[in-house]
């Protein structure tokens, strides 16, 4: 799950949890519950990531020695799942849980929750909570953590809210978890709440992940000045500190003062390495990570910085040994798009070493339907290879089809116009839009007439529109005639 490998923490409180006395099965004794060499073996595997040499032990030791199978071994095997994101072999594992009789114990029913997270399966993760007798808070936290991977923050902030309401105090991995899916809905004011709960919560030992999605969380909901004076107290930073606060300035068009701290963040590991060829270890190395680059990268689009662009680029690769991803050729074709050098943006495409995802393709139309020499023959041949691109990719989304239909309208190709149009007609999903409420999130959808309050919602905005309608009459009238 990529919420555990986030933080390890997390991981480590489960197995905290499962080996007290007071979690074990009532028919286990301590000596059986204690770790054979067999589960070392998989630990080792899980270890340094060979989780399908895992699993095929478990199966040599589920068919040679049944009996040595204990829930350390589920437990093993089931992480492996996880890490995976394998849910046929998670769901042979449930069954094989529930066969052995090992389903009461609470580290397992959590294990299996997490397996169906990573699975993209978050019915069954919720079904699996559902069936834990007494929940805990790392049961919770595992739930409301499936949900925010699974790109489904709502959800997981009414849970949050639910916990709260069972009369369990959410610790910081809770925490931490809940102010990621403010981040991923903009929910300022469910965030500020959460902030206000750690700053009188007394006896909460707040940690640098937890300070790290205050940061992102104030960022991706528009406070960017206090999300910068978060990240300038903190007496403590690692590479996330410093790379939520670079993309954070990077996605508010804030170019200068993210470029400014990428070069502090390397000075600061100058200073590092001094101290260190110096025999001083009171600071540590914090290197730029690939999300870091991808802040850099954006912040040179938004100044046009073409040659710095290009020379962080081959940075990552040459001085710090990181392979671009999909994400960071897009930076430098949104980079190459901005600056208006629309031909090398499409050159660079044809020479990346994957092939481009709908992204990509979708920055290069959109850019040439921007430029102002839109109409040229060059620049629609660029855009119809993209919409075709995008077409094959991604054949839900209208929006690309409505850059085409202008394009051709501007061009006075008005058959191919009439025919995009059509097809957008075909394919149009109705809009959906949410605000946030208080602590609460609301969803609509267009032409949504399965909402429980649509009598009061359309009441409301004809109220609205006859009074708009009112005051544009009376303004046009205010208006001395010449």
């Not at 990621?180 to 709440?193: I, K, N, T, V």
Request: aromatic share 8%; proline share 4%; charged share 20%.
């Amino acid at each position: 799950m990529r919420f555990l490998r986030r933080f390890p923490s997390f991981g480590r409180r489960v197995i905290k949890l499962f080996s007290t006395n007071n979690q074990s099965k009532a028919h286990l004794s301590p000596a059986q519950l204690k770790p054979p060499k067999a589960n070392q073996t998989l630990k080792r595997y899980l270890q340094s990531n060979h989780t399908s040499k895992a699993l095929l032990f478990f199966r040599i030791l589920l068919r040679k020695n049944p009996s040595s199978i204990d829930s350390f071994s589920l437990m093993f095997s089931l992480k492996a799942c996880t890490l995976k994101s394998s849910l046929v072999e998670g769901k042979q594992m449930h069954a094989l849980v529930i066969n052995l009789g090992f389903q009461p114990i609470i580290f397992l029913q959590t294990s299996l929750i997490n397996m169906y997270s990573a699975a993209g399966n978050v019915a069954d993760a919720h079904n699996m909570f559902d069936e834990i007798p007494s929940k805990n808070l790392i049961s919770w936290t595992s739930l409301i953590s499936a949900y925010v991977d699974n790109q489904k923050p709502t959800k997981a902030l009414q849970l949050f809210r639910e916990m709260q309401m069972d009369d369990l105090q959410p610790d910081i991995v809770t925490l931490t978890v809940a102010l990621s899916a403010c981040a991923d809905l903009g929910a300022l004011d469910m965030g500020e709440w959460i902030h206000a709960y750690i700053r009188r919560r007394k006896g909460l030992n707040t940690d640098i992940c937890l300070n790290n999605s205050l940061i992102n969380m104030y960022s991706k909901c528009g406070e960017i000045g206090t999300s910068r004076r978060l990240f300038d107290s903190m007496q403590m930073k690692n590479v996330t500190t410093w790379t939520s606060m670079i993309v954070g300035h990077a996605l508010h068009g804030q170019a200068e003062e993210a470029l400014q701290l990428f070069t502090e963040m390397k000075e600061t590991n100058k200073r590092a390495r001094k101290n260190m060829r110096n025999g001083k270890h009171e600071s540590s190395l914090v290197l730029p990570n690939d999300v870091t680059f991808m802040g850099v990268l954006m912040a040179c689009s938004h100044a046009g910085l073409v040659e710095e662009g290009k020379q962080h680029f081959r940075s990552m690769q040459e001085d710090y040994n990181l392979r671009p991803r999909i994400s960071h050729y897009g930076c430098m074709v949104d980079l190459l798009c901005r600056a208006g050098l629309l031909t090398k943006a499409y050159e660079f495409i044809q020479n990346m070493p994957m092939p481009p995802n709908a992204v990509v393709w979708r920055t290069l139309l959109s850019a040439s339907s921007l430029q102002g020499n839109s109409n040229s023959k060059e620049n629609i041949k660029i855009c119809s290879e993209a919409s075709r691109q995008l077409l094959e990719l991604n054949p839900n989304q209208v929006g690309d089809n409505v850059i085409m239909s202008n394009l051709y309208a501007a061009k006075g190709m008005w058959d191919k116009k009439i025919l995009v149009r059509e097809q957008i007609k075909q394919r149009r999903y109705p809009g959906c839009s949410s605000i946030e409420v208080g602590l609460d999130i609301k969803q609509f959808v267009a032409a949504d007439d399965q909402h429980p309050c649509m009598p009061k919602i359309y009441e409301i905005l004809d109220h609205l529109t006859r009074t708009m309608r009112a005051f544009d009459h009376a303004l046009w009238t205010d208006i001395p005639l010449e």
